[in-house]
Every structure is written in structure tokens, then in C-alpha cells.
């Protein structure tokens, strides 16, 4: 019989077969792999000293791990998502549970320093995370959506939704281009739940949520404190270990075939057309392998080309490059600065010869708020402090508010607050969306007249949120 092991999912039986989630054990004495990516059976917490009686952290409304669960999740994600693919490609089955999709924040393991002595101010930076995060499979979309009906839709799965109907329920719809085997969908037929494909010599099996951890299959130890499967879990366990039995092996049927021996490639058993056709594979291979290299020289500079787009969606240093590239297209020199007791976003000088030093932030579901703008002041003056510095440096905020949204569907921008400090302060307030606008125009036109123009239009607005100027011929709040 089949080694049968449930990664994050308790299959009910009385064999040792559960390997936690939160763990960096092996698949290589497995065959087939229940895994799912359910958190509830981890030990990471939200938790500040991981205790529940300490803080529960949240980030922007969303729940945060702390820090050291946020670093044990990063490098157990990396470790399944390497083994998992391992595992399939070299000829083990992974049926994938589609648990509930939790979206949260975690700690990247990163940070930026500003400030000196007791202005000195550490930033953690933090980042999205799904508990789908643990897959390999960058090519399936996962969405939230959650009901009762599920319908098999293929003959692979009619056994196993027979006898599991009344459990199975969906949390959890899948998307791709790549999903030609459907096997479970809802009502309707618009959503996919679950689906089957060929990985190398593995396969891969998604199959909707499927609780088993119910009253009717637990029992109580009074004297362990420990819940147990009871007789009839255990017969349920067999009959489901049956079903993903069968389901490997009608997955295999298909494709068995008699490995070649080594000898059948000799030269007395070589075939002319297939010799012919092994040179034109041999040919295909060169230029295919000349082509990657190609597309691999591209991808870099398509994503320097792309790194614009930063200024749309992203926060932490990707933003602060992003806006360094802006305002070089603006016809700026910029930079970060960093002397080891003073580091700044940007140092800005224009070719007018006004001297700025810019500060990021990015908000996901909040406006830019005064924080980030006392941050700036801090550095404005730690850097007037510098005996080579003889005029004080003008400031700009640049903020990215609700960046995970479609920026012509965005209602946020700065805080009453952020901006009364601004006019007080004279402090040009920059929404990094709008200065993506004019730079895709100028980048696209070489319009140096018009980023002179944008240049004028910060230096004069300085104390406000920055409106840029218009062209002739092209609308750009609407891009």
C-alpha cells in the first residue's frame, strides 16, 4: 500500500502521518501528500511576546505576525514550496486541500535606520502574506469565496465526492490558464474548486475544503486531556486513503508506459527517420537554449523598463527607487544618502539649484499621516546641521495612500494634519501616482520643456499637494 502523509492536515487514523506546517521536514519517504496550507495548527502568533495575554499586533487593519513568527513563516514557506515542487516533479501525487485563504501582514526581516541620536527613528518593514504563500505554484490564482455545494465534474473524483459530500464545502476557488482538468466546480459551474494536472513525472490534485476534525469522529481522553479519532474517524480515514489511492492510480493508468532500458539506445537498435529527427530536436534545443538566454538579458531590462510602475503600487525602498527614477526623468539629480548617522530617501538637486530632501511612504488602506512627515522634518534639520551645509534644504513627501488599489478608484491622499504641517512648514506634499502621469508623458516624449515645467510646478507649490501641469493634447488624470 501507498505511503499516505498529511502536511498541516490530520487524516483520521491510528498511524503517526501528520507533519506540521510549521516545520521543515522531508517528502522523501512519501508517495502521496495531503497538504494544507491551514494555519490554525501552527504555533505562529500575532501575538507581541507570542503570549495572549500580550498585544495583538495589526498593520493597516490587518492582523500582523510578530517577528518571529513572521521569520519562522518565511523560511517555512521557501522550504515547501521547494520540497512540495521537488516532491511532484520527481513522481509524487500532492492533493491540495483549499482551506479558507488568509491574507495578513508579515515582517520582511528588513529595516531602514533615519535620524541620528535621540531623533534616530527604526523602520521595520513589513510586507502582504497569504497562508497560500506555502504553494509552488505561481501560475493559479487563489480567491476567497466560501459555500456548501460542491459538484464533482470529472469521473476521477465521483468516488470521492460520494463519499464525502456532506463534508466537503468551499473556501477557497482557483484560476489559470493552465487548469484543463476541472474537477470539482460550484453550482453554477463559474468557479472552480478543484483540478488535476501532470507535473514532470507527478501530479497535482486540488481538491475543495474537506473538515474531517468534527465532533461525530472525536473522541475525549479524560486522563491525557488529548482529543483522539474514534472507530468510526478511523474508518472514515480508510475509506478516504482509498479514494486518493484510486485516484493516483487512474491518474497514472493513463500515462503507463515501459521505461526505455539503456541498451535500446545503442547504436545497433538506432532508427534513420529518428536519427533525423534527434538532430532537428538537437538543432531546436540550441536555438532554444540561445533564446532563453535572450529573454533572460530582456527580463532585466524590462524590469528596469517596468520599475516606473513602482511609483503605483509599491512602499519601503522599491517606492524610494522608483521616485529617485521619476524625478531623474524630471530632469533631477537624485539619490540616496546614507553617512552612516544620517540616511535620507533622496537628496535632490534641481538644475534651477534648489536643493530638496524627499521622504516615501506607502498606506494601504490608510492617508499619509503625520508620522512620516515629523520623520521628514528630523531630517531636515539633521542635515542643516551639517557644517557643509550653509542653506537649508526645501522637503517633499511623497505619498503612495491605498497602493494596493486601482489608483482611478483611490479617494485617499494626506491627512488635515500632514497637510496644515506642510503649509506651516513649506514642505511640497507629491502623490506618487500623479508623478507617474507626467513621467510616462516625458519619458514617452522626451518633453524637456514639460518636466522644466513640473519642476516649476513643485518649487511654486511648495506647502501644498502638488498639482502638476497639464499638456496639450493629452489628459493626464487619466491614464
Known sequence: MKRITGVGYSIPSQDDDLIRLDSLSSLSETEIAIFSPDLSGTSYSAYENGFYSSKRLEYEGKMLYNKESSAKMLEHSKHWKSELLNFVENGGTLVVILCKKEEYIIYTGTKDVSGTGRNQKVTNHVTPFTNYNFLPFASIDFHSASGK???????????????????????????????????????????????????????????????????????????????????????????????????????????????????????????????????????????????????????????????????????????????????????????????????????????????????????????????????????LNADFEKEEVKEKAYGLLFGNPQRLINPEERILSFTKKCQDGAKRENIGLIKTEDLFKVCKYISENSDVDFAAKCRKAIIDQLGEIVKFPNTDGIELTGL
Not at 501530479?203 to 469522529?217: A, G, R, S, W
Not at 534641481?350 to 494601504?364: A, D, F, Q, V
Request: glycine share 4%; hydrophobic share 30%; net charge negative.
Open 149 to 379: 455545494t460542491v459538484l464533482p465534474k470529472n469521473p476521477l473524483v465521483i468516488d470521492l465526492h460520494k463519499h464525502f459530500k456532506d463534508y466537503f464545502t468551499f473556501e477557497t476557488y482557483i484560476k489559470s490558464d493552465k487548469l484543463s482538468v476541472i474537477t470539482f466546480t460550484t453550482k453554477n459551474k463559474d468557479r472552480i474548486l478543484g483540478s488535476s494536472f501532470k507535473l514532470k513525472l507527478g501530479y497535482v490534485h486540488f481538491i475543495p475544503n474537506l473538515n474531517l476534525e468534527i465532533d461525530k469522529f472525536i473522541s475525549y481522553d479524560n486522563k491525557t486531556n488529548k482529543r483522539n479519532w474514534n472507530d468510526e474517524a478511523i474508518k472514515t480515514g480508510k475509506i478516504l486513503v482509498n479514494c486518493f489511492i484510486e485516484i493516483d492510480s487512474s491518474l497514472r493508468k493513463a500515462q503507463e508506459k515501459t521505461p526505455k532500458p539503456n541498451w535500446i539506445n545503442t547504436e545497433i537498435y538506432q532508427l534513420k527517420d529518428s536519427e533525423k529527427t534527434l538532430e532537428i530536436i538537437a538543432k531546436n534545443d540550441k536555438e532554444i537554449e540561445k533564446r532563453e538566454k535572450e529573454n533572460s538579458n530582456l527580463e532585466k531590462v524590462l524590469e528596469e523598463q517596468e520599475s516606473l510602475k513602482d511609483l503605483l503600487y509599491e512602499t519601503g525602498k522599491p517606492l524610494e527607487n522608483a521616485v529617485i527614477k521619476a524625478l531623474r526623468i524630471l530632469g533631477y539629480k537624485a539619490e540616496n544618502y546614507n553617512d552612516g548617522e544620517l540616511e535620507l530617501d533622496q537628496i535632490i538637486i534641481s538644475p534651477e539649484g534648489h536643493r530638496l530632501i524627499g521622504e516615501c511612504e506607502g498606506k494601504e488602506s490608510k492617508d499619509i499621516d503625520v508620522s512620516k512627515f515629523r520623520q521628514l522634518l528630523d531630517s
